[in-house]
């Protein structure tokens, strides 16, 4: 059926894409052993490194981000070695399954959703017990709208034999993760959150130590065979089949993103949070992620009082305004709303998901909340 209002995905992932990117896919496909694509990839490589913020190469899988991190698990360590997972939220506990399915003996610090680490936590585990030879963390959780101070937690772990791995997928290109200078061992990312394409594809860098580990690991996973992908890379080539237009569609996705220059893209992405922040206040929700310097760029979750379940509001606000928003996952399903401003999104966007929200409620907000929220848009961009 046809709707006389456009969608808007205001979720973590899948995002808009541009129609630049979208032509950019719709055009004959190169053949992916041919000189045109590998030029597309040399290209590619350039642009990637300066995203990730690298001198490492990042190579692209074909497999959604969770493919990405199970590449990480099964390449950086063997059966029987010890981790830590630093989880607080729904990502955080796909880590721990993902490293117990890798058969590593993992040591959890686990926070209440919501919460953050402490990067004094790590270190004393760390001096604790030597053993440990990885932290696997999230830059952004997702599932609450955190954000990790990977940064603290890099500068603990590069003095010591511990292999720092961060899930960057709702991170990077929304907020600056600067994977060199911070330290990070591995860093992955996807196609769908903040990189405005389709999903399919997932993008791990490996620092020179961490290439190190994984040539000494004997492969376990006839796919997602890092080495094999590191040899190829270099001839700007995948190991096996492209996944072409995706690749294609991300050349254009990463010259646009550099075309605006990353800075402005953060700017951007920190002015809609703002923006979000302000309107959500003015309306009178509960941001659930309370904390400076602790929140995410790339969406903002609402802690719904019980009386307000959150999946009608979410189902309403999608049937009467074409707005998605998401429900919380696990068992913050009904607590939390997700409202999403990552990727091809704009102010404009954002005014629509916070009216559309507004209008789901139950009882309609008083007050100038979405005049509130432009205004601490423009300020944030400093205008
Ligand atoms: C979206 C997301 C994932 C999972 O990615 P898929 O593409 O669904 O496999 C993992 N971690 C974080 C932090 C995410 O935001």
Redesign the pocket.
């Known amino acids: 059926m046809s709707s006389i209002q456009a969608t808007r995905m205001l979720t973590?992932?899948p995002t808009p894409i541009p129609d630049r990117v979208r032509l950019a896919m719709a055009a004959p496909l190169p053949h992916h052993r041919k000189d045109a694509f590998k030029t597309v990839l040399a290209e590619n490589q350039v642009m990637l490194k300066k995203l990730f913020c690298t001198s490492s190469p990042v190579i692209p899988l074909a497999?959604?981000?969770?493919?990405?991190?199970t590449a990480a698990a099964f390449n950086l360590f063997s059966p029987g070695e010890k981790v830590l997972v630093a989880t607080a939220g729904y990502?955080g506990n796909?880590w721990l399954d993902i490293v117990k399915m890798r058969g590593l003996e993992a040591v959890v610090l686990s926070k209440n959703a919501g919460e953050s680490f402490d990067p004094e936590e790590i270190r004393a585990l760390l001096d604790a017990d030597p053993a440990i030879r990885g932290v696997f963390m999230?830059?952004?959780?997702?599932?609450t709208g955190v954000l990790h101070p990977v940064k603290e937690v890099a500068a603990v772990i590069r003095e010591r034999d511990v292999l720092l791995v961060a899930?960057?997928?709702?991170?990077v290109s929304i907020s600056p993760v600067d994977m060199d200078a911070w330290g990070i061992d591995c860093l992955?990312t996807?196609?769908?959150?903040g990189l405005m394409l389709p999903?399919g594809l997932?993008f791990i860098a490996l620092s020179p130590r961490a290439w190190k580990k994984a040539e000494s690991v004997a492969p376990q996973c006839y796919y997602f065979d890092l080495v094999q992908e590191k040899a190829n890379c270099e001839k700007n080539q995948t190991h096996y089949t492209s996944p072409i237009s995706l690749l294609v569609g991300l050349h254009e996705a990463l010259t646009m993103l550099l075309e605006f220059g990353m800075d402005n893209i953060f700017k951007k992405q920190w002015a809609l949070t703002q923006m979000a922040r302000t309107g959500l206040s003015a309306m009178g929700m509960d941001l659930f992620v309370k904390e400076e310097g602790r929140y995410t760029w790339g969406l903002t979750s609402i802690l719904m009082p019980d009386s307000m379940p959150a999946s009608p509001i979410v189902a309403r606000a999608f049937k009467d305004c074409g707005v998605i928003l998401t429900a919380g996952q696990g068992n913050l399903k009904e607590k939390v709303i997700r409202l999403a401003h990552m990727g091809w999104v704009d102010w404009a966007d954002l005014a629509a998901g916070l009216h559309a929200l507004a209008w789901s409620l139950p009882e309609k907000p008083e007050g100038a909340y979405l005049e509130k929220a432009l205004e601490a848009y423009h300020k944030a961009l400093g205008e």
């Open positions: 973590p992932g497999c959604s981000g969770t493919g990405g991190m990502f796909r999230q830059i952004s959780e997702t599932s899930d960057g997928i709702s991170a992955i996807g196609s769908q959150k999903p997932a």
